[in-house]
T-cell receptor, first 117, second 114 residues
Framework: AQKVTQAQTEISVVEKEDVTLDCVYE???????LFWYKQPPSGELVFLIR??????QNEISGRYSWNFQKSTSSFNFTITASQVVDSAVYFC??????????????FGKGTKLSVKP | DTEVTQTPKHLVMGMTNKKSLKCEQH?????MYWYKQKAKKPPELMFV???????INESVPSRFSPECPNSSLLNLHLHALQPEDSALYLC?????????????FGPGTRLLVL
């Protein structure tokens, strides 16, 4: 069973639109971390955010915001007023304290976001 | 900004060649990782080094041979590769290799095996 599900394979928006990327995870651990990474066409995975399972506070960083809800096992990512430079593949990832092996990030399949001018 | 560098950026090799990928980090991290990423897929973990010792080998074929000369350097030696090994190879590092740590990735090496 997939542990991290990013149901949206591709999303296309027009610049200045808001867009939400969904991430649903599955784990039996009570202690775990969730991550979002951005991968532009250049290939590098850029770290965006890390959230631990005990901190459900939502976070905002500029145009980016994250909504963590343990009740629905979701960690969604919203970009407000999208820009062309936001075009990339976005990965959600899970790291478990006991269910996974050391250093093993469990990635979702990624969502490709295209922002058109 | 990432402080993980990888060389070369691109590599084309034949199936009989021997080549090496190099990774360096300048963050004082003690854990380093190799990932393989095929097109339109997420990265897949290959190897983990923690304090210069190989701690995880995710059943990777022996034609891939990792080496960690010191805590800031990580190599991946390639020999007798197959065309299906063509992929983006990503290096990452983290503080100690614990589950709660953020992994920081390099820009990757795009490998094409002919």
């Amino acid at each position: 069973a997939q542990k991290v599900t990013q149901a949206q394979t591709e999303i296309s928006v027009v610049e200045k639109e808001d867009v939400t990327l969904d991430c649903v995870y599955e784990t039996r651990d009570t202690t775990y971390y969730l991550f979002w990474y951005k991968q532009p066409p250049s290939g590098e995975l850029v770290f965006l955010i890390r959230r631990n399972s005990f901190d459900e506070q939502n976070e905002i960083s500029g145009r980016y915001s994250w909504n963590f809800q343990k009740s629905t096992s979701s960690f969604n990512f919203t970009i407000t007023a999208s820009q062309v430079v936001d075009s990339a593949v976005y990965f959600c990832a899970l790291s478990e304290a006991y269910g996974g092996s050391q250093g093993n990030l469990i990635f979702g399949k990624g969502t490709k976001l295209s922002v058109k001018p | 900004d990432t402080e993980v560098t990888q060389t070369p950026k691109h590599l084309v090799m034949g199936m009989t060649n021997k080549k090496s990928l190099k990774c360096e980090q300048h963050m004082g991290h003690r854990a380093m990782y190799w990932y393989k990423q095929k097109a339109k897929k997420p990265p897949e973990l290959m190897f983990v080094y923690s304090y210069e010792k190989l701690s995880i080998n995710e059943s990777v074929p022996s034609r891939f041979s990792p080496e960690c000369p010191n805590s800031s350097l990580l190599n991946l030696h390639l020999h007798a590769l197959q065309p299906e090994d063509s992929a983006l190879y990503l290096c990452a590092s983290s503080q100690d290799g614990q589950f709660q740590e953020t992994q920081y990735f390099g820009p990757g090496t795009r490998l094409l095996v002919l």
